[in-house]
């Protein structure tokens, strides 16, 4: 009897384990630009009602155990939806710089009005690592909603435009 129930008990153990950390979704290049292409997609067909769809903390483009989301921001550079930094909804970013002075979201803004979509470097605070920066680089693509443009985005660290070209060669990459 002891060695049924020990045995159950493992098998539950070993599968509540893997449940929450066995089939954890990995954020990688790949999967954030399938999670923009699909914002971008549920945009064009519903505009900024898919807003709150997109910043739902338990909807589909918060992703990667949370470290991956999706941004919205303008062509102006003008930040619409933000589900990490809500303050930043409505402000004006095209003057932002990083700390190496790249004007990032306005190089979003730029690559998807020349190209429609493609991959930003620029150096971003951790979520988790303190203070500081960290490279970091993001997939933004253009998409049209009843005249309007919108830019989504999503972005990771630890990924190179070297390791972007390697698997998307045909990908745009922003170089000052």
Request: charged share 25%; glycine share 10%.
């Amino acid at each position: 009897m002891i060695k049924k129930t020990l045995i159950t008990f493992t098998i539950i153990g070993v599968a509540l384990f893997f449940s929450v950390n066995g089939f954890a979704e990995d954020l990688t290049p790949q999967l954030a630009k399938e999670k923009v292409i699909a914002a971008t997609e549920l945009i064009a067909a519903e505009g900024e009602a898919a807003f709150e769809k997109i910043k739902d903390p338990e909807g589909e483009f918060r992703f990667a155990d949370g470290a991956g989301y999706i941004w919205i921001q303008d062509l102006n550079s003008v930040v619409l939806m933000h589900p990490i930094k809500p303050s930043l909804d409505g402000k004006d970013m095209s003057g932002f710089a990083d700390k190496d002075g790249t004007l990032l979201f306005l190089n979003f803004s730029e690559i998807c009005e020349e190209k429609g979509s493609g991959w930003v470097p620029y150096v971003w605070p951790h979520p988790t690592r303190g203070d500081g920066t960290f490279p970091k680089i993001s997939y933004v693509q253009a998409v049209k909603h009843g005249g309007k443009d919108y830019v989504a985005g999503a972005g990771m660290y630890e990924i190179t435009p070297d390791d972007i070209k390697k698997l998307f060669p045909g990908d745009a990459i922003f170089e000052e």
